[in-house]
C-alpha cells in the first residue's frame, strides 16, 4: 500500500505541475512543446490528478476496516 500512496503524491505533484505550466504559458501566450493546443497541458494535468483521486480512493476502501491487517478467523 505504500507503493500505492507513494504513486498517488507523485501523480498528483505531476498533475499539479503540468496545471500550472498550462496556466503560465497560456497567460504569456507561449506554445514551448509546439502542440495542436495549448489546452493538452490542462488535459493532461486533469488525468494524472484524476489517477490520484483514483488511488487514494483505492488504497483508503481497502483497509478502511483493518481486513488487510488481520488474520482470517475460522468459521463456525
Known amino acids: ?3 500505492l500512496k507513494v504513486v498517488g503524491w507523485t501523480s498528483a505533484a ?3 505541475i503540468l496545471i500550472i505550466m498550462g496556466s503560465i504559458f497560456q497567460v504569456f501566450g507561449m506554445n514551448p512543446f509546439h502542440t495542436l493546443h495549448n489546452i493538452s ?3 493532461a494535468g486533469s488525468s494524472f490528478l484524476l489517477l490520484a483521486i483514483a488511488i487514494f480512493i483505492a488504497t483508503k476502501n481497502c483497509c478502511q476496516d483493518g481486513c488487510c491487517c488481520k488474520e ?3 468459521k463456525e
Do not use: D
Request: hydrophobic share 35%; proline share 8%; glycine share 8%.
Open 41 to 43: 497541458n490542462f488535459e
Open 72 to 74: 482470517e478467523k475460522p
Open 14 to 16: 505531476i498533475g499539479t
Open 1 to 3: 500500500m505504500k507503493i
